[in-house]
């Protein structure tokens, strides 16, 4: 991935019908970022860019008297549509698949709230049953995908030897996939690794949102998390509860989560996951007019990173002037690092660290 949009880190919130996505995805959206900010923002409702809370910025701005303060963002998504038989057209079928498609984490909302009147499309509670269906569907559509990708790979001109060996590796993946597992567990080969056309649903990170409420028993979500693998994080959210905290006074949501004991709100801890799973550092920008939290894969370096900022910036790419987060707040500033030789120049290839705060040089 060289040049990405600035945008573009997107977590998809599926499930079965009636366990909560769209309420999640309102509490989310009720976090809305200033819309000045993102004026390349689409307005669509089933999107929502929420803003990761960071305490380093505030710590940042307050060096630099900045005017403004930007937090990283990332996109969430609500998928509807998907119930048993989506793979092969049930529902809104493959227009659903297409659309967890575009996504990079996969949030699974799983009902484990117990209410009567709120009717469960299975007609019986079933937390694991309901998990286990929709991950089928996107084991289905993966099979799918890769039976159709064997059939063009079987008939393309590429050196037989070379042919051969892929083949029998994706036969061994959709092997794999029939026995019930996700791509996420499969030991892909570079050779597997190499084809970029080849996009799979269950080869996405995907954590779990616990919807609960005070009926739910809590061994009923602690044998759930033994049945499924170590790998997959599980956050639990109150729905309702966050949506009662989320109406009152910004002043009282405080006070309130104390008495409760909560320490985080789950929304933070969703919006945390994600940003976990998407498998991004931050970089900082800072200076009197702005600190800005800035989002990049894990693997970028130093000019991957300036084109996150802008694609001109890249291009003119000259230098990055950098110090780590805790040495500019040490130091008091850039100056400040300079002063006492922490502030460094790297080349395009550096491999910015989480935290660190950085300018730009570049010619256009
Ligand atoms: N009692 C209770 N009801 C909930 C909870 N979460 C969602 N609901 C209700 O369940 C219904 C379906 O929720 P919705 O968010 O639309 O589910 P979606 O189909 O997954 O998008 C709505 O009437 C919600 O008010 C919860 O935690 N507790
Ligand atoms: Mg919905």
């Not at 079928?93 to 990079?104: A, P």
């Not at 209410?115 to 499309?121: A, G, K, P, R, Y």
């Not at 049945?227 to 966050?242: A, G, Q, Y």
């Not at 949501?253 to 929304?267: C, N, V």
Request: hydrophobic residues 35%.
């Amino acid at each position: 991935m060289g040049t990405i949009s600035k945008m573009g880190f997107k977590c998809g919130l599926v499930g079965m019908p009636n366990v909560g996505k769209s309420s999640i995805f309102n509490l989310l959206t009720k976090q809305k970022i200033a819309a000045d900010n993102y004026p390349f923002c689409t307005i669509d409702p089933n999107i929502a860019y929420v803003e990761v809370p960071d305490q380093r910025l505030d710590c940042l701005a307050n060096v630099n008297k900045s005017e403004k303060v930007i937090k990283a963002s990332i996109e969430f998504v609500d998928i509807a549509g998907l119930i048993k038989g989506a793979s092969k057209g049930e529902g809104l079928g493959n227009e659903f698949l297409s659309h967890i498609n575009s996504t990079d984490v996969i949030a699974h909302v799983v009902r484990f709230f117990r209410d009567d009147d709120i009717l469960h499309v299975k007609g019986q509670h079933n937390p694991f049953e309901d998990f286990q269906d929709i991950n089928l569907e996107l084991i289905l559509a993966d099979l799918n995908t890769l039976s159709k990708y064997l059939e063009r790979l079987k008939k393309s001109k590429m050196n037989p030897k070379e042919k051969d060996i892929l083949v029998t590796e994706l036969e061994s993946l959709i092997e794999h996939l029939s026995n019930d597992n996700f791509a996420s567990s499969f030991h892909f080969s570079d050779d597997l690794l190499g084809l970029n056309d080849l996009k799979l649903l269950t080869k996405k990170p995907m954590f779990i949102i616990a919807n609960i409420n005070d009926k739910t028993d809590e061994n009923e979500v602690l044998e759930f998390q033994k049945k499924i693998s170590d790998n997959i994080h599980l956050v639990t959210i109150d729905v309702k509860l966050e949506q009662d905290i989320s109406d009152l006074d910004p002043n009282d949501q405080a006070d309130f989560m104390d008495e409760m004991g909560i320490k985080e709100s789950a929304l933070t801890r969703i919006i945390r996951k994600g940003y976990e799973l998407l498998g991004l550092k931050t970089f900082f920008t800072s200076g009197p007019k702005e600190t800005r939290a800035w989002a990049a894969k894990k693997d970028f370096n130093a000019r991957e990173c300036s084109g996150i900022i802008h694609t001109d910036i890249q291009k003119g790419f000259i230098r990055a002037e950098t110090v780590s987060y805790t040495d500019y707040i040490d130091n008091d500033g850039e100056q400040g690092s300079k002063n006492s030789g922490v502030w460094r120049q790297e080349g395009k290839d550096y491999m910015v660290q989480e935290g660190d705060v950085i300018y730009f040089r570049f010619n256009i």
